[in-house]
């Protein structure tokens, strides 16, 4: 029986290789192997990792190109010699090429004619070549052969080394910026006549209120300019008879007589003062026709010199007629204070904070509203205050906005202050505040520039 080969027999005869370890060839051949498995599996890790990096840059590749095609703006990249290196499609769209057709094309091949020789085209390409930011304007020939103007940003391209390499250039075509420019202007237009609008009609408003003061003040001095006219004219009869007579050489006595029954003595005492009094009613009435002058001329921008104290006294005056006046009306004013400010704008503005105020202390006992002007080196401080209910916290922070009201239906317009507030920022280059007294009531304060 053939006996069994031992283990060392087998690792060392197996298929007539020998692979004792203790051969130096052996030793050699299977460092080898080992090596090359090594730098097989490194090549199998690197390949991996090459198709992962191949994957992330398909990806971030499709996604430009997908932003490229999305975007409404036109895209192009040039070199430093401005050499057209690629663009997107709406680029294509617009001048019908591809960007095949399009690579390595000077982009002055692209503009309309008159553009491409200008001054303008030059001073693109420079900047392109120096890597310097510009926005101009280009006109562009489209797939049409018509020119398209379009406003462009053009910002230098550098590569990952930090060198130019040369320019991005973006731009939208300018005639759907010049239809939105178009329409804004247009709302903005109508928008500025219907403030005009409202302004005008607050001003009528207000006048409106002023209207009844008015009459009332115009009565006072016609009424008696019409009867001292009357009493003229009685005296004037009587002196026509006392003269007839006189004239008819009738005696010493008669004419005494009649002189006291003509009671000539009397009249001529009386006419002085009946003259001085027509003549100061119709001062007053002329004053009034010249108040009134301030509300009728609509929109005079002038800054002239204003004295604030008589236009808070002739305010004061009107507003004194107010049908539901329950104040009373308390002036703290200087001797004069003369700036330059649109003075039918102030005395708009001071109408409206002193109807408010009157509307505020309807329904208080011994209602007051105090009238104030204050200056500092550069500003002046119009104030209106009054003890009525004050304004409450929420509502205080509404009061400036257009149609916001506490008031019933058919009383107010919640235009005032708003409008108010408009004229002091815009008009009279000041500003409109308010804030609760301490002890109760509001107050407002225009602020004017003391020039
Ligand atoms: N002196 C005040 N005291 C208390 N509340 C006031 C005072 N002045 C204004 N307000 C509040 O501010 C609101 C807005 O005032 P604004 O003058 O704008 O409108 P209005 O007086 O209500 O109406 P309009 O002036 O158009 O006739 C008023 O309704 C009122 O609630
Ligand atoms: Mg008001």
Same mark, same amino acid.
């Given at each position: 029986?053939?006996?069994?080969?031992?283990?060392?027999?087998?690792?060392?005869?197996?298929?007539?290789?020998?692979?004792?370890?203790?051969?130096?060839?052996?030793?050699?051949?299977?460092?080898?192997?080992?090596?090359?498995?090594?730098?097989?599996?490194?090549?199998?890790?690197?390949?991996?990792?090459?198709?992962?990096?191949?994957?992330?840059?398909?990806?971030?590749?499709?996604?430009?190109?997908?932003?490229?095609?999305?975007?409404?703006?036109?895209?192009?990249?040039?070199?430093?010699?401005?050499?057209?290196?690629?663009?997107?499609?709406?680029?294509?769209?617009?001048?019908?090429?591809?960007?095949?057709?399009?690579?390595?094309?000077?982009?002055?091949?692209?503009?309309?004619?008159?553009?491409?020789?200008?001054?303008?085209?030059?001073?693109?390409?420079?900047?392109?070549?120096?890597?310097?930011?510009?926005?101009?304007?280009?006109?562009?020939?489209?797939?049409?052969?018509?020119?398209?103007?379009?406003?462009?940003?053009?910002?230098?391209?550098?590569?990952?080394?930090?060198?130019?390499?040369?320019?991005?250039?973006?731009?939208?075509?300018?005639?759907?910026?010049?239809?939105?420019?178009?329409?804004?202007?247009?709302?903005?237009?109508?928008?500025?006549?219907?403030?005009?609008?409202?302004?005008?009609?607050?001003?009528?408003?207000?006048?409106?209120?002023?209207?009844?003061?008015?009459?009332?003040?115009?009565?006072?001095?016609?009424?008696?300019?019409?009867?001292?006219?009357?009493?003229?004219?009685?005296?004037?009869?009587?002196?026509?008879?006392?003269?007839?007579?006189?004239?008819?050489?009738?005696? =010493?006595?008669?004419? #005494?007589? $009649?002189?006291? +029954?003509?009671?000539?003595? @009397?009249?001529?005492?009386?006419?002085?003062? !009946? *003259?001085?009094?027509?003549?100061?009613?119709?001062?007053?009435?002329?004053?009034?026709?010249?108040?009134?002058?301030?509300?009728?001329?609509?929109?005079?921008?002038?800054?002239?010199?204003?004295?604030?104290?008589?236009?808070?006294?002739?305010?004061?005056?009107?507003?004194?007629?107010?049908?539901?006046?329950?104040?009373?009306?308390? =002036?703290?004013?200087? #001797?004069? $204070?003369?700036? +330059?400010?649109?003075?039918? @704008?102030?005395?708009?503005?001071?109408?409206? !904070? *002193?109807?408010?105020?009157?509307?505020?202390?309807?329904?208080?006992?011994?209602?007051?509203?105090?009238?104030?002007?204050?200056?500092?080196?550069?500003?002046?401080?119009?104030?209106?205050?009054?003890?009525?209910?004050?304004?409450?916290?929420?509502?205080?922070?509404?009061?400036?906005?257009?149609?916001?009201?506490?008031?019933?239906?058919?009383?107010?317009?919640?235009?005032?202050?708003?409008?108010?507030?408009?004229?002091?920022?815009?008009?009279?280059?000041?500003? !409109?505040?308010?804030?609760?007294?301490?002890?109760?009531?509001?107050?407002?304060?225009?602020?004017?520039?003391?020039?």
């Amino acid at each position: 029986m053939a006996n069994k080969p031992s283990d060392s027999q087998l690792l060392h005869e197996t298929d007539g290789f020998d692979l004792s370890l203790n051969r130096p060839d052996d030793k050699a051949w299977i460092e080898v192997i080992q090596h090359m498995d090594a730098i097989y599996a490194d090549l199998v890790r690197s390949q991996v990792e090459l198709e992962n990096k191949n994957t992330e840059l398909e990806e971030a590749h499709q996604f430009i190109e997908s932003i490229l095609s999305t975007m409404h703006n036109i895209l192009v990249v040039t070199d430093t010699a401005s050499r057209i290196q690629r663009v997107n499609l709406a680029f294509e769209k617009l001048t019908g090429k591809t960007n095949l057709e399009l690579k390595n094309q000077p982009l002055k091949t692209l503009f309309v004619k008159s553009t491409a020789d200008s001054e303008l085209s030059h001073t693109l390409i420079e900047h392109i070549r120096t890597g310097t930011l510009t926005d101009c304007e280009i006109d562009i020939a489209s797939i049409q052969g018509e020119k398209v103007p379009m406003a462009i940003t053009c910002k230098a391209h550098y590569d990952h080394t930090g060198k130019l390499i040369g320019s991005v250039l973006t731009g939208r075509p300018l005639g759907e910026i010049r239809k939105a420019y178009l329409k804004l202007k247009e709302t903005h237009d109508k928008l500025k006549m219907a403030q005009q609008q409202l302004i005008q009609s607050e001003k009528m408003a207000s006048l409106g209120q002023l209207v009844a003061g008015v009459a009332h003040e115009l009565n006072n001095p016609i009424s008696f300019v019409f009867g001292n006219m009357y009493a003229l004219q009685r005296y004037e009869k009587n002196f026509r008879l006392y003269l007839e007579a006189v004239h008819q050489n009738i005696s =010493t006595e008669e004419r #005494d007589k $009649l002189r006291v +029954k003509l009671k000539i003595d @009397y009249a001529l005492k009386d006419i002085p003062s !009946l *003259l001085e009094a027509s003549l100061e009613g119709a001062e007053r009435v002329k004053n009034i026709v010249q108040e009134l002058r301030r509300f009728a001329t609509p929109g005079n921008n002038k800054h002239v010199n204003v004295d604030l104290v008589s236009l808070v006294k002739s305010s004061i005056h009107w507003i004194s007629h107010s049908a539901n006046l329950n104040a009373k009306l308390i =002036t703290d004013l200087p #001797d004069e $204070l003369i700036i +330059k400010t649109n003075e039918g @704008y102030v005395h708009q503005i001071l109408i409206n !904070l *002193l109807q408010n105020a009157i509307d505020a202390v309807e329904h208080i006992d011994e209602a007051e509203i105090i009238v104030a002007l204050r200056t500092s080196s550069d500003e002046v401080y119009l104030s209106v205050r009054d003890n009525g209910p004050g304004i409450t916290p929420k509502d205080i922070l509404s009061v400036f906005d257009p149609f916001f009201t506490t008031k019933p239906v058919g009383k107010g317009t919640g235009l005032g202050l708003s409008i108010s507030y408009g004229l002091a920022t815009e008009q009279c280059h000041g500003s !409109l505040s308010v804030e609760n007294n301490s002890d109760g009531g509001a107050m407002f304060t225009l602020t004017l520039p003391n020039v």
